[in-house]
């Protein structure tokens, strides 16, 4: 009876749930300037609203009474999950949660112009806030818990991971990667690239990228594909709404960014339908959420046999050109270079950009590095990781990213677990299924029959670890990724 | 005080509005089909929270307290707003208003097939349920309002408008308008009519509607133009959501369909931004609402000057064609023929179909006509008013529009009195600004601007009465409409 009370009350939070996602999609695609005051005014009742429905003061009686009662095991798994969202909107003061939010927003706002102006004298005071209340924050989650304050706050993204987990895989990665790097480089070097000719009309990008879309089963009777300016996957399970923005001169980041997010939007639109108005519905972190867009963009859509399927349609679609050929895509998509920006590195380099975040971010939140020493930090660890000299580049270098403006510590590690995440995926999938060639080449119906059997439908029902160990064999394994850069890149 | 807090309250509920007009607009636009089921969820979720939001216990204390305050007269007049919207939202029984919304719903959703299938015997029993519950809601509203049935109906659309005023209003449209429709068919019999020659690619006909919205002065910051089956003027009025619906063989309907749409968004662009949150800053009525549509649509848009400066657009837009000669296409925008359908209608027959309309609503609301008599009364008036026979076209009769299925009774006199309202402004206008002709000819910013001084930004602040007769002179005089009629059609 009371589990009953507790499913109706959270199919509600679910529905404004929706609400809130497709006018935040919304306010990113289609909405004209003038519309933000007002939006962003019936977003913020909404959070209101929703932040209300979970701090409901009958929730409490109806958990304790619905422990009581005989559930079937998906109801109790169910049931947890509901907790577990209660427990995250109801550990912090609600003045705590008043004050972070303000000075996050105060921060984030004043960090999209101070950026470009590359003023971190100007940030800092600001950013001292966000990381004082932050660290409060982490604090009262980390008394709650049990655990320390980095991991209070990893548990918000990627339950049940913590920095005795992280520490020594970071570690690991240390030792390998910036070598790698290296070897790789060496290896690239004097190789021939073309870089395609454009423009590139919007229109037939989009086309391509649709029919893209397609070929990877992408479900348009519960999605759709539009523009913003920072691409996203967005709206509810039955209806995703991906973002891109296209570049007239450059075809092939947007159409990697859209095969990028079509892997996060066939996780949510293959969510067990039966489930999906409740947190246990939910994709199960956002390192698995991530594992999807990079098993996309990476193991699938950078696979040579993948980048032969493509080459043909480039043709079709733009008229071909010499740069076309798949040999060439090949080299393009896999070209190997160390650079300042995180969302522009490529595959291998990408987790030095992690190990660095993490480092930082973990050492700010448990109190060992101070805001006005981030600076220095970051240009040690960028010399060190990728060999770049980043004094003084506050803009491309510790001012880069929006997550730490509001406060979203302990979010970056999620990117790298999702690319090893994705890797024993594949590795997984080939032990069972033969090589990903052959799939890639032939049907690819099977891999997305796996990863809807393996990942998708099990949405929360079990923890992060119980579902890599029973779909690829282990619950956290960096071996598969660093074989499949060497195979990749040295092979 | 308690001002305060009403006004707080009031303004949350615009802004739970606010998500449900764009999440409203997005499925008529924007959503995949199968995304309607989880959309529909949400938005019924949103309805209960907005009429609780109207029916929360605090209110009725509320309203007491805020009379005995100290209010600015434009204080005063946003709490008597307030109040009517809070007695319209409390003045049913919660059950009887559970009963309408469930019998509407789904008397509407066999309408959807049971009249393309002509079907009246399957839409009668559906329709009875309706039309009994309606009439019970009238009973309680009359009783409540101190009003008869029907006009306790007609309040929630005219706030004000009795059938006591309507009833001689309708006599005298019945006296004159079957005559001028006679007399119109006589003197247009023979005029050479020349069909524009499709197709008319959609891209070009949104480029033309783009056009002629920005010469109309549509705030493209504050909203935009988008496709839905059933064109309709949503969102907000910070961003106002028109749609249209393109025939690739006809460019003249959907042109004048975003016209029509035009002057609503500009009614909603042009409340006073200080008030829109709540009951006072919004449309004074529907029939306000019509009178705006229908002067940028039938004053304005079909008066042959701007027809005149339509023409060289149309060539601009498609290539010139002999159809699109000025003469030509005003003969075209102002053809008169009787005709079976509503919707359909031109300027001079449609008030037959409303006085038709009137008269049966009336009469089942007030008990003096049964749902079994419906198709015979229809035939009877449209006998008389259109001389058209429609006996045993119930798909083209009495089950063509969609109001009575889902219980809006008390919704149609809206047209005729916002026809009525226009051609009042017009003939105001001219009084004061010289003719229209002129104005249109060269510069149209002063029509904008009367209307803004004169409508637009009185918002809810006066009655509709108090409002015209403020604008134009009078309150509601039929008059002006008559001449104009008169002068365009046999001038």
């Not at 040999?327 to 300042?340: I, K």
């Not at 579902?467 to 064999?473: D, K, S, Y």
Request: aromatic share 8%.
């Amino acid at each position: 009876m009371s589990y009953a009370l507790l499913v109706e009350h959270f199919e509600q939070l679910h529905h404004l749930q929706h609400l809130g996602a497709i006018c935040g999609w919304d306010q990113a695609t289609m909405m004209p300037p003038g519309g933000n005051e007002a939006r962003a005014e019936a977003l913020s009742t909404l959070a209101v609203l929703c932040h209300r429905q979970l701090q409901d003061p009958c929730l409490g009686d109806w958990f304790a009474a619905a422990e009581q009662e005989p559930l079937a095991p998906e109801q109790a798994t169910g049931l947890r999950e509901m907790q577990r969202a209660w427990r995250d909107a109801t550990l912090l003061p609600a003045d705590l949660v008043r004050q972070l939010s303000l000075a996050g927003s105060r921060c984030e706002h004043a960090w999209r112009s101070l950026r470009p102006a590359n003023d971190w004298a100007g940030f800092l005071p600001l950013f001292e806030e966000v990381l004082n209340l932050s660290r409060q924050a982490a604090s009262a989650r980390a008394e709650a818990l049990g655990l320390s304050r980095y991991d209070s706050l990893l548990e918000k993204y990627e339950p049940g991971m913590r920095s005795a987990r992280l520490d020594p895989l970071f570690d690991g990665l240390r030792g390998w990667l910036p070598g790698l790097i290296g070897e790789v480089q060496e290896k690239q070097r004097g190789e021939p690239l073309l870089a395609p000719r454009g423009p590139f009309a919007i229109e037939r990008q989009k086309a391509l990228g649709l029919e893209v879309m397609r070929l990877l089963g992408f479900d348009f009777n519960h999605g759709r594909l539009d523009v913003s300016a920072h691409p996203f996957c967005g709206g509810v399970s039955e209806d995703v709404r991906l973002t891109t923005r296209y570049n007239e001169q450059d075809v092939t980041q947007a159409l990697m960014g859209i095969i990028h997010e079509t892997g996060h939007a066939r996780y949510e639109q293959g969510l067990p339908a039966a489930l999906r108005k409740l947190p246990v519905g939910q994709a199960r972190s956002m390192g698995v959420h991530e594992s999807q867009s990079l098993f996309f963009e990476m193991q699938l859509a950078r696979h040579p046999t993948f980048i032969a399927r493509l080459a043909p349609l480039l043709d079709t679609h733009f008229g071909p050109q010499p740069a076309f050929a798949a040999d060439n895509l090949a080299r393009l998509y896999t070209r190997v270079a160390p650079g300042l920006i995180r969302v522009d590195a490529d595959e291998v380099t990408y987790p030095a950009h992690i190990m660095l975040r993490y480092e930082i971010e973990r050492d700010l939140i448990e109190g060992k590095l101070e805001a006005r020493d981030l600076p220095e930090r970051w240009d040690q660890l960028m010399q060190r990781y990728l060999g770049l000299d980043t004094r003084g580049n506050y803009r491309d270098g510790c001012l880069q990213d929006i997550h730490w403006t509001d406060g979203s510590f302990g979010y970056f590690p999620s990117y790298t677990l999702g690319a090893i995440y994705a890797a024993q995926q594949a590795a997984a999938m080939q032990r069972q299924l033969g090589p990903l060639e052959a799939l890639i080449a032939e049907d690819m119906s099977p891999i997305f029959h796996w990863l809807r059997q393996h990942i998708w439908q099990h949405a929360s029902l079990q923890d992060t670890a119980t579902l890599m160990t029973r779909a690829c064999g282990q619950a956290l394994d960096p071996a598969p990724f660093r074989s499949h850069l060497e195979q990749r890149y040295l092979g």
